[in-house]
């Protein structure tokens, strides 16, 4: 693709999310700015997964941080359950926010120190000034996480492991009751033992609490497993949206066979791999087809024109020139 | 290049900002320079006279404004005490000595910190390491002014090897010269010598843990090769922060071993005039070494980009 | 069997700290034949790291640290060597690759300086004849324009570009086996796969053994002609590739293989887990180090460390297993990779 | 890896001999000091009180002088616990006041940043633009020399300390991705300065505050010493050690020595513990 367009947003009105030509820009001094997302376009159904693919770099992080209105994003529309959040500021927003609730990489990182695991969970409703069963409340999301309430309550986040502190992380998220989840590559950090029983535990989560999800991440196998859709992002913009099922037979665009091809255990002996090694600057992107300086059958008219996401199967878009 | 043009704004800032604290001085002074000047039982028009000669009849803004103009073209008025001298002058005459000290105290502690520090960090945890950190522990603890103190009993009472309180310009032999300054020198270099060798080995142990030691060691290359050519320089940039962090102490320590030693330079300039209640002097002195003390520290930052390739770039 | 180029034997690297002793490394044994690759595999905590490290003598024993069992690098007793003719086999016969390439090399020294010192060091080669030799291994190792990419500094390079910087000064002297520390973990996946192409390639030129140390058994099982699977500062399994991707036989490595996500599997699908987690390596858990978090352990899992036995039908590769009671030869068909 | 092991272990186990030490000089000259007016001590102060008494005479139990007293025959012991009063009180009254006052501007010059931090960022830089003890002089040239104009020259000269260090640490705590999760779940500015930041910048101020006791002890001593702090015949230990200058030093050693160990036992163990406090609070330090 790596284009635009927004062929693949879809009608109807049972959207809890939709975005519009979110531009998220920052400015690096000399007049020079890091274009890390460049006109995205995406929806999101109740109770819907969708899976956002991509490198170090794609933007992928920058948008979902963006929809969280972290900061604000330079242009662009972010509408939660009818609700424009662009531009509403202060206490507007703060309200908007318990409603999308955000989970980080680094689970150690992302809480403070300083405290103890059942003011953690409770924050959320101490800012929201609600103060009844607030034990019971923190008690119940605790168990719904895996944990025990009575050996944990009390401890401070570095007396946990990673994956106990992923867990109170989902657990402050969840006890707001929110209808959307972002998890911005929330296992990337841990084992894959522990890996597993996260993402058992956001599933087990969406189902109960009747969730949207976006989901984040890195890694091709994972994002499958726990998505309905994926989008795979290269250099802020979009490649390619498909159905999970049946991903690594069905993508089209080269990048996303790049990607394909690189999953260990995946080598294929005969793929055609890519032209050069290095990642272009964020800060001045290819013209046309920023996927053209690494794709291996990229032609002239790539450098020239920006292919637009094109529907080529049922729910599933391409954005480049050479897919038919 | 606009990094540059910002950072030199702001040291303009601050010196305008300091020479105006300096400045409102005189305002802040319980007394009156007047009756200082005349001393007491005066005739009332020898007054008014002294004050519109001092200025002081007119608004503070033009006072300052005056004050600025000729501080700039080095003018800093008289003395309050008799004899009136330049100001100026008497600071000129006093520079020499100062720097002196400061250099050879500057130069001696380095001497001895770097090697220290790196023997010290090269057997972290030993024996030798411990009794560096104790050595420099116990160093930090006793003011300049004890040290000079002890050490007049030892080597210029006791053994007699140091004149106690005199002073030998340049002009009267460097022998003499060298050895009329080294013992308040040495005075002085105590406590940086200790600070430096302190920062440096710890901060040397912190490099050392870093992988590209351990893949340098992995090469195959000697411990003190590593040490020397892996490890000095990336630990180099915190002995430059800690230079410049030391130069404000290095000044203190100067003006009260001076003090100290009687010797004839702005510590006791400054001490002198501060204990008489003579502030053109005691102003004076401040804004050069203020301004002495924020050049010295522009430069330092300065030389850390060539220091630190990732710095070098960022900044241009 | 021809003799084996690394042979260790009993290795145990014990750190005293505070809270006790810490059993980083606990009784491993392995041989790798020369011109082969050796997968390390396991999770955070299993010694994997610390194993290579004490393989290559970069940990010894000192204060803090006891180090005692037996390293043997082509005949010669690692940890029995002074420390200066330790270092003369780092380069010419043992190289290492780190995780970071970030950290390991040194900010404030030009790409090129840090191969072009391994040269004249162990080869004592002048300057030119040095200069000439890294521009040739920076091009060896895929990196395009190497005279202007040699005078650069490491934070102007990619951090690809950095780990073939660092594999350069690993492979200049020509070792005889390579060890890597999780090669690729800082990187992106598509440079992943670059970096353990070259690694592969260049073992395959220059019949360079390897240790390839990583998290992700799907990353090393392509590369690999033998997997060895860590756990608690434990051998558990160690098996020519195929077998640990299709029999592996011990349930820790079943497991393992389990929980990944697999591309071929349907989305949403439940993830087997393992429950609990690792062992505290200042206080494990006595026998078997996964007893408590295995579902078929019994009592006698708990009595005593379970040895390491080779369970390969007679005449095939050794297949070495520490479990009592072991998953059945064929009993689970995990397909190679996801 | 074998290094960071070995040295939490050596660090640990090492200077807690030391530690236990400084602490316990600490407890015992605190006590005294606050007790002094009420200890049964030989004339410390009044001139004319101590005409009687042998002058300069050595340390001797014996002779009720237990330290042995000055120039006035004043006893040393009873000026040494005595000077520790204003010593001690003025330093910790000056870091109480620089923390609270750079703690506060610190976090809000870190977390806010634009024109807060400009305005803080100068200011800071015009105090840090004349070195420390040459503003105290200019400072001691037109204030009267009482205790509480001292204090607050040394609470000045506390300020840009504690202001970098809390803004270093706040920015550093403000990118920590806990920070980013509180707001995400919709809390004020004003709240993550106080409940996420505060907590964790506590910590380093409050150990840096024990390093810069020593530093003010040291500097209000130098003060004294050159004769622009609390004037004599009234103690301290910088005064009381200038009384040693010229001859009295090599006939009468103890009039330096008696203030002299005093001050360095002070210094050395609030170096001790401010070290060992920082070296386990402090992330970030404070230097440029």
């Not at chain 2, 033009?62 to 003018?75: F, I």
């Not at chain 3, 996500?261 to 858990?285: N, Q, V, Y």
């Not at chain 4, 010229?246 to 210094?267: C, D, K, S, W, Y």
Request: with cysteine; glycine share 10%.
């Amino acid at each position: 693709m790596a284009g635009s367009g927004n062929a693949h947003m879809r009608a109807g009105a049972d959207r809890v999310l939709s975005v519009h030509d979110l531009v998220v820009e920052f400015p690096v001094g000399r007049g020079q700015r890091v274009h890390a997302v460049s006109g995205l376009h995406l929806d999101l159904v109740r109770g819907e997964t969708l899976g956002i693919l991509g490198e170090s770099g794609c933007g992928k992080s920058s948008a979902g941080r963006a929809v969280m209105q972290l900061p604000p994003p330079t242009s662009g529309s972010v509408v939660l359950e009818g609700t424009e959040l662009t531009g509403s500021g202060g206490r507007a927003l703060r309200r908007a926010r318990a409603r999308m609730q955000l989970i980080m990489q680094d689970p150690v990182s992302s809480l403070n120190p300083r405290r103890r695991v059942a003011d953690l969970v409770a924050e959320g409703l101490d800012i929201r000034g609600e103060r009844e069963d607030r034990r019971a409340r923190v008690d119940a999301a605790l168990r719904s996480v895996g944990l025990d309430p009575d050996t944990v309550r009390d401890r401070r986040p570095h007396e946990l492991s990673g994956g106990q502190c992923q867990r109170v992380c989902i657990a402050r998220a969840l006890v707001l009751d929110p209808a959307l989840l972002i998890c911005d590559e929330p296992v990337s950090s841990l084992d894959v033992s522990v890996q597993a029983q996260i993402l058992n535990l956001l599933e087990e989560a969406k189902e109960r609490h009747g969730l949207s999800m976006v989901f984040v991440a890195h890694d091709v196998a994972v994002v499958k497993n726990v998505s309905d859709r994926v989008m795979v992002l290269y250099l802020g913009k979009t490649c390619e949206v498909l159905p999970s099922e049946g991903l690594h037979v069905r993508a089209a665009h080269p990048y996303t066979r790049l990607l394909l091809d690189s999953v260990p255990g995946q080598e294929n002996g005969d793929a055609p791999g890519e032209r050069a090694a290095e990642l272009p600057s964020p800060v001045d992107p290819p013209s046309g087809c920023r996927f053209r300086t690494r794709c291996p059958w990229a032609q002239e008219r790539c450098a020239r024109e920006e292919p637009q996401l094109r529907e080529v199967g049922p729910g599933h878009h391409v954005a480049c020139h050479l897919v038919e | 290049m606009r990094r540059a043009a910002r950072a030199l704004g702001e040291l303009a800032a601050v010196l305008f900002l300091v020479s105006l604290g300096v400045f409102l001085l005189v305002t802040a002074m319980p007394g009156d320079p007047a009756v200082m000047v005349l001393g007491e039982g005066h005739p009332p028009e020898a007054y008014d006279e002294v004050r519109s000669e001092l200025g002081l009849d007119r608004p503070v803004f033009e006072q300052y404004l005056d004050w600025l103009a000729s501080a700039v073209t080095g003018d800093l008025g008289t003395s309050l005490v008799p004899p009136q001298h330049e100001v100026a002058e008497r600071l000129l005459l006093a520079l020499p000595v100062s720097l002196q000290l400061a250099a050879m105290a500057l130069v001696i502690a380095l001497a001895v910190a770097i090697p220290l520090a790196m023997w010290s960090a090269h057997h972290e945890g030993g024996r030798i390491d411990r009794a560096v950190s104790a050595g420099t522990f116990g160093v930090l603890s006793v003011p300049p002014f004890l040290a000079g103190l002890l050490l007049i009993m030892v080597f210029a009472g006791g053994l007699g090897w140091f004149p106690r309180a005199e002073w030998a310009r340049l002009g009267d032999g460097l022998a003499a010269n060298l050895h009329h300054a080294l013992l308040p020198a040495l005075t002085i270099a105590l406590m940086e010598l200790a600070q430096f060798t302190r920062v440096l080995r710890n901060d040397l142990t912190v490099t050392l843990r870093e992988d590209h030691i351990l893949a340098s060691r992995a090469r195959g290359r000697s411990p003190v090769r590593v040490l020397v050519s892996d490890a000095l320089r990336p630990s180099s940039f915190s002995l430059v922060t800690l230079l410049g962090l030391s130069v404000g102490r290095l000044i203190g320590s100067t003006v009260v071993v001076e003090y100290l030693f009687s010797l004839p330079g702005v510590g006791s300039l400054v001490v002198g005039a501060a204990n008489q209640g003579d502030v053109p002097t005691v102003q004076g002195a401040v804004l050069a070494i203020a301004v002495f003390y924020v050049l010295a520290n522009a430069a330092i930052d300065l030389s850390y980009r060539a220091l630190d390739p990732r710095i070098r770039r960022s900044h241009v | 069997m021809s003799e084996p180029l690394l042979d260790v034997e009993d290795l145990r690297t014990t750190f005293h700290t505070p809270r006790g002793d810490v059993h980083a490394v606990d009784g491993v044994s392995l041989r790798l034949e020369a011109g082969r690759t050796l997968g390390v595999v396991g999770e955070s905590g299993s010694g994997k790291s610390v194993l290579g490290r004490t393989v290559m003598g970069l940990v010894s024993s000192g204060p803090g640290v006891t180090v005692s069992g037996r390293v043997s690098l082509a005949g010669q007793d690692v940890h029995a060597l002074a420390p200066a003719e330790r270092r003369r086999l780092w380069g010419p016969r043992v190289a290492m690759v780190f995780q970071d390439p970030m950290t390991s090399l040194n900010p404030v020294k030009r790409v090129g300086r840090h191969i072009d010192e391994v040269l004249r060091l162990h080869l004592r080669l002048g300057r030119r004849e040095a200069r000439e030799r890294t521009v040739g291994l920076l091009r060896q190792v895929g990196i395009p324009e190497p005279e202007r990419r040699a005078g650069q500094y490491p934070h102007e390079l990619s951090g690809g570009m950095r780990q073939r910087v660092v594999i350069a000064a690993a492979l200049a002297c020509g070792p005889d086996l390579l060890i890597a520390d999780e090669p690729t973990t800082a990187l992106d996946v598509t440079v992943q796969r670059q970096i353990l192409d070259l690694v592969a390639s260049l073992s395959r030129r220059s019949g360079m053994a390897v240790v390839l140390i990583s998290h992700d058994l799907a990353a090393v099982g392509g590369r690999a002609d033998r997997v060895a699977v860590m756990y608690g500062g434990r051998l558990v399994e160690s098996a020519p590739t195929s077998r640990v991707f299709g029999a592996p036989r011990h349930p820790y490595t079943g497991a393992l293989l389990a929980s990944a996500p697999r591309l071929s599997a349907a989305p949403h699908s439940r993830l087997p887990t393992i429950e609990g987690r690792p062992p505290d390596p200042a206080d494990p858990p006595p026998g078997c180090r996964f007893a408590p978090r295995c579902p078929r352990a019994e009592a006698v899992c708990r009595g005593g460390a379970p040895p390491l036995l080779d369970l390969a039908p007679v005449g095939g590769h050794p297949h070495e297993v520490a479990c009592r009671l072991p998953l059945e030869a064929e009993s689970t068909e995990v397909g190679h990779g996801r | 890896m074998s290094e960071t092991l070995t040295d939490r272990r050596t660090a640990t186990r090492r200077p807690d001999l030391v530690a236990w030490f400084s602490g316990t000089w600490l407890v015992v000259l605190a006590v005294l000091a606050a007790a002094a007016p009420l200890l049964p001590l030989p004339e410390h102060v009044d001139l004319t009180r101590s005409l009687t008494a042998p002058t300069l005479s050595g340390p001797d139990p014996a002779s009720g002088h237990l330290l042995g007293t000055n120039a006035f025959g004043l006893d040393l012991f009873a000026r040494a616990l005595h000077g520790a009063r204003s010593s001690l009180a003025i330093a910790l009254a000056a870091v109480a006041l620089g923390a609270v006052v750079g703690g506060a501007l610190g976090i809000l010059a870190g977390y806010l940043g634009r024109t807060v931090d400009t305005v803080v960022g100068v200011a800071t830089n015009v105090l840090l633009a004349v070195p420390p003890l040459i503003l105290l002089i200019a400072l001691a040239t037109v204030l009267e020399p009482n205790a509480r104009n001292v204090t607050l020259a040394l609470a000045l000269l506390t300020v840009p300390t504690m202001v970098r260090l809390a803004r270093a640490n706040t920015m550093a705590f403000a990118q920590r991705e806990f920070v980013l999760a509180a707001r995400a779940m919709g809390a004020s500015g004003w709240r993550v300065m106080t409940r996420e930041l505060l907590p964790n910048v506590l910590l380093p101020v409050l150990s840096m505050a024990m390093v810069l006791i020593s530093v003010l002890v040291v500097a209000e001593a130098s003060l004294s010493f050159l004769g622009l702090g609390i004037q004599p015949p009234a103690p301290t230990w910088g005064n009381m050690i200038a009384e040693g200058e010229g001859r009295v030093l090599e006939e009468h050693p103890h009039v330096v020595l008696v203030p002299g160990v005093f001050l360095f036992l002070t210094v050395f163990s609030f170096n001790i513990l401010g070290e060992k406090a920082r070296k386990r609070w402090d992330t970030r330090s404070g230097a440029r």
